[in-house]
């Protein structure tokens, strides 16, 4: 594995590698890593259109199946631009807390859209007109997890207030799949919010693994093809605590 650069920003240490193989596949890959070794966005060298990672494949299902002619998409934490660079003819605002890991993604992803913006997500998504988007994405982590102000119920009613009739909210996010606290308190927390939610997860060797997750919410109802969610099942958490913001602040 070959390291091509290292920076250690406010909010975490943030690694490009290049290697021949990732997650058992052989190839030649480029991938975007935190100081959690949690890979944050990949490309195929050979073929970098292919989106190598499951779980963007799987929230672009859920957007076309869901609302195919879909036009206005607010994002939160970048990556490496994945999703944005899927649609070059759609409108995408994104929102990432890290400089850094924008001026990574151009450097060594190629990613060329000028339509990132530096900072909080939550407080740039509160200053858009309501009732503006078909979809938000939430895909913002640091060492601790997703941050705890995306998590909250006040939150998700903001959410729920920039999103169209035919709008959805959708969450990458990690956690384990039974006696998680804390991803039962999101997804309860979600569920209190929209009329209608789901959670798929990409299976791990057993149920205390941190697995991959995604959630959706909506007011109207869910569709998916299981074929084209990228090995992502869908499965039924416990239930859980309602997350509110704290009283001194987010």
């Known amino acids: ?25 052989i190839g030649k890959f480029r991938f975007l890593q935190f100081s959690d070794d949690a890979v944050q966005g990949a490309i195929d060298l050979k073929d970098p259109k292919r989106i190598v990672l499951e779980y963007p494949r799987a929230i672009i299902h859920l957007m076309e199946c869901n609302h195919l002619l879909f036009d206005d998409v607010f994002v939160i934490g970048h990556g490496i631009g994945t999703i944005a660079g899927h649609y070059p ?70 959410t729920k207030q920039k999103l169209n009739a035919r709008g959805s909210i959708i969450l990458n996010l990690m956690g384990k799949t039974k006696n998680d606290k804390l991803i039962n308190a999101i997804y309860s927390t979600l569920k209190k919010t929209y009329a209608y939610s789901k959670v798929f997860v990409l299976p791990g060797a057993n149920a205390v693994d941190i697995q991959n997750m995604i959630v959706i919410g909506s007011n109207k109802s869910i569709d998916y093809e299981q074929r084209a969610m990228a090995g992502f099942i869908e499965i039924e958490l416990e239930e859980g605590h309602i997350i509110v913001d704290r009283k001194s602040g987010l």
């Open 1 to 25: 594995m070959l390291q091509l650069a290292k920076e250690f920003s406010l909010h975490q240490e943030i690694t490009v590698y290049e290697a021949g193989q990732l997650y058992g596949e």
């Open 89 to 158: 003819n759609k409108s995408f605002t994104i929102a990432e807390i890290d400089e850094k890991v924008v001026e990574l993604s151009r450097t060594f992803f190629n990613y060329r859209k000028d339509n990132v913006m530096v900072g909080d997500g939550r407080q740039m998504l509160e200053n858009e007109a309501p009732q503006k988007f078909d979809y938000i994405i939430l895909d913002a982590f640091t060492k601790e997890g997703t941050p705890f102000h995306l998590t909250t119920i006040d939150f998700f009613e903001m």
